[in-house]
């Protein structure tokens, strides 16, 4: 499958490496994109930031940060949330960023 016809049931991004130590009161403006507008939202005790009709969520991994999105956002729009928190955390960190698109199969 093409990148270009993935949506977010196909994919999640890993941000590695796994020993990035983000402040609390910095998370936010870290883990969110600049060019685009965003909210902050809760629900079923989990956080998840709305970036118009589409929203993604983190998750703390021994090997990195994951991203995760809803089921309908373009791959494109995901990759570019996903290159905007990575230059961010390049800069606040020191450290090189890498990020690993991971395939899912909703089937297995």
């Known amino acids: 499958m093409k990148a270009t016809h993935m949506t977010g049931k196909d994919f ?4 590695t490496p796994g020993d990035l130590e ?20 809760s629900k079923n005790n989990r ?3 709305q970036v118009g009709k589409d929203e993604f969520s983190y998750s703390t991994e021994k090997s990195g940060i994951q ?3 809803n089921y309908t956002i373009t791959f494109e729009k995901a990759r570019q ?12 960190t ?6 690993l698109v991971v395939s899912i199969d909703i089937n297995a």
């Open 94 to 99: 020191g450290k090189e960023i890498d990020v």
């Open 47 to 49: 956080t998840y930031y």
């Open 67 to 69: 991203m995760s999105f």
């Open 81 to 92: 949330i996903v290159e905007e928190v990575s230059t961010k955390l390049s800069q606040y």
């Open 12 to 15: 999640e991004f890993l941000i």
């Open 22 to 41: 983000i402040k609390r009161e910095d998370f936010d403006n870290l883990m969110t994109p600049d060019s685009l507008t965003w909210t902050k939202v």
